[in-house]
């Protein structure tokens, strides 16, 4: 690793801001960061929020040179050189003797552009550590942006010193500065619609004025964020009829050109612009790049917004299903916008994992859940994904919405019944009951409702139903053993005599037979089973028998 010998720090102590930074404060440097980006600029303001963050000094501070890691400040220390390397741009401790010692890297358009090493008496908190690894994003993507400008103003350089030899390339270095400034008001126009208050869309309707075409912002899932169409009619009306999932491979016959957005190496969205000629200017190109870059922050911000509530959701989710304070939990319900007063609801969702497409359960089901507009208390177990909802939402299509989430029907749900706040543990139960009975049952696949379960919700499957299964056995084991090996159905004949009330008539109408056949079969009942099916505690035992049977074996068929 090369050391370069630039006798300025990026931050020096004392020039921290006053305060406690938080995600918004992040969210605050990174746009000051794309107001100007250059490398100097974005590394200054990045170790000024590490020191407020941490209160930690930053060590030392490197940039991406020629595809490699050289030093941009800090003391000359070959051996932190060669611990930061072998790092290999992933984020974590080095191995220095004494106080704690942190390398930090940014990366922008999927590649390392930069890194500190952070030093303090003692290791930050959790909180912190999420704050400096947030702070990482935007850094990143701004030192990917001076680079981009830098390597332009280069260009632009070279350009205007081989133009005082040949007009031809006086020509060439005045478009090239054309394109430039092009590029510059692109810059500023996008950095204003970030700093709008609707931030995302502001974005999608500033490439569409600056492309003069059709935009749309999606999410992970395909869902539409945004959708600004073109000024020409004709357009219009083919490019809506043809806006299709952009994260699926090999979807550009549609017309569309697609972005993808990332952030840390997580796909937060795609971008897409209509081009079914793919006819898209230099300046079109540069201005979706661009706006991918600024939207991956806003989308990132979100995201860690939104993981501090999941986070506080699936706790107060567990906490009501083990039987927690209900009083403390209407209060931490109220903070997170769900109504714990009224009638609720336990669903446990149980997927195959990992999914085909690389889609989370827990993200699915949450998502979906939102599309739906069911508010919910979403938590991940081991065996299934937890959710307490509002009862008298319409679950009827969760199975088929998560299912082409994931892409994949391998999976089952199981509905709780209504109930209280503090019955909700009871609910858990139900569902739990619902979610076994369904993956035992001959159809695996779809959703069991604990309301629907009949009979079985009565009737004790503790323990995978063997002691039902030997109740079974015990009255109609020898009728079933009867008709496996002579391919009879006494078992069928005795279910719709009982459910008859004992009528003859009836049976024999039911059963398409004459009285005297039914007679007879009644007589091989008699003598196979050795009870008196007139009997009355005789005919209660066989009755639930044979329900219990039929909802074992033949419930969802």
């Known amino acids: 690793m090369d050391a370069s010998t630039s006798p300025?720090?990026?931050?020096?102590?004392?020039?921290?801001?006053?305060?406690?930074?938080?995600?918004?404060?992040?969210?605050?440097?990174?746009?000051?960061?794309?107001?100007?980006?250059?490398?100097?600029?974005?590394?200054?303001?990045?170790?000024?929020?590490?020191?407020?963050i941490a209160r930690c000094a930053v060590l030392a501070v490197y940039v991406t040179s020629h595809g490699q890691l050289v030093r941009y400040s800090g003391r000359e220390d070959h051996r932190l050189d060669l611990l930061v390397e072998a790092r290999m741009g992933i984020d974590g401790d080095l191995a220095e003797d004494g106080a704690w010692s942190f390398a930090l890297f940014f990366r922008g358009t999927g590649k390392v552009k930069g890194a500190f090493v952070l030093q303090a008496a003692g290791k930050p908190s959790g909180a912190e550590m999420r704050?400096?690894?947030?702070?990482?994003?935007?850094?990143?993507a701004a030192l990917a942006a001076a680079e981009l400008i830098g390597r332009e103003r280069r260009q632009a350089k070279e350009l205007r010193r081989l133009g005082k030899a040949h007009d031809a390339s006086d020509r060439a270095m005045a478009a090239t500065i054309v394109q430039l400034n092009a590029q510059q008001q692109i810059r500023d126009s996008i950095v204003a619609a970030a700093g709008s208050g609707n931030?995302?869309?502001?974005?999608?309707?500033?490439?569409?004025?600056?492309?003069?075409?059709?935009?749309?912002?999606?999410?992970?899932?395909?869902?539409?964020?945004?959708?600004?169409?073109?000024?020409?009619?004709?357009?219009?009306?083919?490019?809506?009829?043809?806006?299709?999932?952009?994260?699926?491979?090999?979807?550009?016959?549609?017309?569309?050109?697609?972005?993808?957005?990332?952030?840390?190496?997580?796909?937060?969205?795609?971008?897409?612009?209509y081009d079914p000629e793919d006819s898209r200017s230099d300046d079109d190109r540069f201005a979706v790049e661009y706006a991918s870059a600024t939207i991956a922050v806003e989308l990132?911000?979100?995201?860690?917004?939104?993981?501090?509530?999941?986070?506080?959701?699936?706790d107060l989710a567990d906490d009501l299903v083990s039987g927690g304070d209900v009083v403390d939990g209407l209060a931490r319900a109220e903070a997170l916008h769900f109504d714990l007063g009224g009638l609720q609801r336990v669903v446990l969702v149980a997927w195959e994992s990992p999914a085909p497409n690389g889609v989370d359960v827990s993200a699915a089901v949450r998502?979906?859940?939102?599309?739906?507009?069911?508010?919910?208390?979403?938590?991940?177990?081991?065996e299934a994904t937890l959710a307490v909802v509002a009862d008298g939402s319409d679950l009827s299509r969760l199975y088929d919405r998560v299912a082409g989430a994931l892409t994949s029907v391998r999976g089952a749900i199981g509905i709780g019944g209504r109930c209280t706040a503090e019955e909700l543990p009871r609910?858990?139960?139900?569902?739990?009951?619902?979610?076994?009975?369904?993956?035992?049952?001959?159809?695996?696949?779809?959703?069991?409702?604990?309301?629907?379960?009949?009979?079985?919700?009565?009737?004790?499957?503790?323990?995978?139903?063997?002691?039902?299964?030997?109740?079974?056995?015990?009255w109609l084991g020898a009728l079933i053993d009867h008709d496996r090996e002579h391919r009879s159905d006494l078992v069928h004949t005795l279910a719709v005599y009982l459910d008859a009330?004992?009528?003859?008539?009836?049976?024999?109408?039911?059963?398409?037979?004459h009285r005297s056949t039914l007679r007879y079969r009644l007589?091989?009942?008699?003598?196979?089973?050795?009870?008196?099916?007139?009997?009355?505690e005789s005919r209660l035992n066989l009755h639930i028998a044979v329900r219990a049977r039929v909802a074992l074996t033949d419930y969802l068929r």
């Open 523 to 536: 007589g091989r009942i008699r003598d196979l089973s050795g009870l008196d099916i007139g009997d009355p």
């Open 427 to 474: 609910s858990f139960a139900e569902a739990g009951r619902a979610l076994r009975i369904r993956s035992e049952s001959r159809q695996p696949l779809g959703v069991s409702n604990h309301d629907d379960l009949g009979l079985l919700r009565i009737l004790d499957t503790s323990d995978d139903g063997v002691r039902l299964e030997r109740y079974v056995s015990e």
């Open 199 to 273: 931030g995302e869309a502001q974005i999608v309707e500033t490439v569409s004025t600056v492309t003069r075409r059709a935009v749309v912002l999606q999410d992970s899932f395909g869902n539409e964020l945004a959708l600004v169409a073109s000024a020409d009619d004709t357009e219009s009306s083919a490019m809506t009829a043809s806006v299709v999932n952009l994260s699926t491979v090999g979807r550009t016959s549609t017309g569309w050109r697609s972005t993808v957005i990332r952030s840390r190496g997580e796909t937060l969205g795609v971008l897409g612009i």
């Open 501 to 513: 009330g004992g009528n003859y008539d009836r049976t024999a109408a039911a059963l398409v037979i």
């Open 367 to 382: 998502y979906q859940l939102a599309a739906m507009h069911v508010p919910a208390l979403i938590s991940r177990r081991p």
């Open 8 to 52: 300025n720090g990026v931050a020096q102590p004392g020039t921290a801001p006053k305060g406690r930074p938080d995600l918004y404060d992040i969210f605050r440097v990174g746009s000051a960061m794309f107001e100007r980006p250059s490398t100097r600029r974005t590394l200054r303001l990045a170790g000024e929020a590490a020191e407020a």
């Open 300 to 314: 990132a911000h979100r995201r860690n917004v939104a993981e501090v509530e999941i986070r506080l959701g699936r």
């Open 131 to 140: 704050l400096l690894l947030a702070l990482a994003e935007p850094t990143g």
